[in-house]
């Protein structure tokens, strides 16, 4: 049983035409969905101010709650969590903010069916993951996660999301390749899958992916996690490039080692390894990467303690030539001396 909108929050417009001018105002702020929104829905949604709007929409808000505490005795108990998501979009046009709460029940529905494997090629429940993906600041890793955990596997939307992410990120080649392998696995709708290939390789075309791009470094993301259990996108059992070992368990004279040379990001290397059983939340990712913020008022920068002052070095006087020339020099005046009174006796 789905939740409308409160009665008192329809009253405000009423179901008369919606004018543009009632909502332009606030169009630069409209968070915009994959299935459009309804332009009435957006008048009734901005239709009352903030206080009064949480106001009238806690009792709802509260509804879905309990609903979402009953689902383990429903036979599609995603359906909750997908009629939450779908009044906070329509409630709360902005899209994630304190009051709409909308991060928060994406993360709760992703990870509450992240191993239902009867999800894991649900449409619906993927859109609650691409929606997910707009609001990290690294959409690859959830992409990898998905990968890893088998969600999407089979379905068009997760190779024509993924593939549009690195195209608009210049990694067309990695974008290409994608394609390929949703193709390769027949993704459902296939045919919708193909058009939208043509219609990137006719972009490709039109605007070749630049030298310097990664040739395919998506392959040890995906390929491992989506062909575990053999098929066109399994893992040779031993690599060409690994030098086999002879009976002796020694390398032989005539091989060559080769050097692995990781290009991958270190999301590949969790997804190659088994590990990610929970990626975590949106808030726990950015605490671990930013320092919060603290006042500076009454703080002291620390000092380095007391230190001891080196003594200055000395300059080097010479005393004793000083005392040496003039010695000489008083020898040399008495001396002279000595001899114009002896001169002087010789005369008189």
């Excluded at 997760?158 to 027949?186: D, H, M, P, R, T």
């Excluded at 030298?211 to 996108?233: Q, W």
Aim: with cysteine; hydrophobic share 30%.
């Amino acid at each position: 049983m789905s939740i409308i909108p409160s009665a008192q929050l329809e009253g405000q417009v009423g179901s008369s035409i919606v004018q543009f001018s009632d909502i332009e105002d606030y169009k630069e702020n409209i968070q915009p969905l994959r299935e459009g929104r309804s332009a009435q829905s957006l008048a009734n949604a901005l239709a009352v101010t903030p206080l009064q709007a949480k106001d009238l929409r806690s009792p709802e808000r509260q509804e879905f709650e309990k609903r979402i505490s009953e689902a383990s005795e429903l036979d599609d108990p995603i359906e909750p969590y997908l009629e939450y998501i779908k009044w906070i979009n329509n409630a709360f046009p902005q899209g994630q903010t304190s009051d709409s709460g909308l991060v928060n029940i994406l993360e709760r529905c992703t990870s509450q069916f992240r191993d239902a494997s009867f999800y894991k090629d649900d449409p619906r429940y993927l859109k609650v993951w691409m929606q997910y993906a707009k609001y990290s600041d690294a959409p690859k890793e959830i992409f990898t996660y998905l990968a890893r955990k088998e969600i999407g596997k089979n379905l068009s939307l997760f190779y024509e999301e993924y593939a549009s992410y690195l195209e608009v990120n210049n990694c067309k080649n990695q974008a290409n390749e994608v394609y390929q392998i949703g193709i390769s696995v027949n993704a459902r709708p296939l045919e919708r899958l193909k058009r939208r290939y043509s219609e990137f390789s006719e972009r490709l075309a039109r605007n070749p992916p630049d030298a310097n791009e990664p040739s395919s470094p998506v392959l040890p993301i995906i390929r491992p996690a989506l062909a575990l259990k053999g098929g066109p996108l399994s893992a040779d059992p031993i690599p060409a490039s690994v030098p086999s070992f002879n009976d002796g368990g020694v390398i032989p004279a005539k091989s060559k080692l080769q050097v692995f040379s990781d290009t991958t990001d270190s999301s590949s290397k969790a997804t190659s390894s088994g590990g990610w059983d929970s990626i975590g939340s949106l808030a726990s990712r950015k605490k671990e990467n930013v320092i919060q913020p603290t006042s500076w008022t009454g703080q002291t920068l620390p000092t380095q303690g007391d230190y001891n002052v080196k003594k200055t070095l000395s300059v080097f006087k010479d005393t004793v030539s000083k005392e040496l020339n003039i010695h000489l020099l008083g020898g040399f005046k008495l001396t002279k001396e000595r001899h114009q009174c002896q001169e002087s006796a010789k005369n008189a």
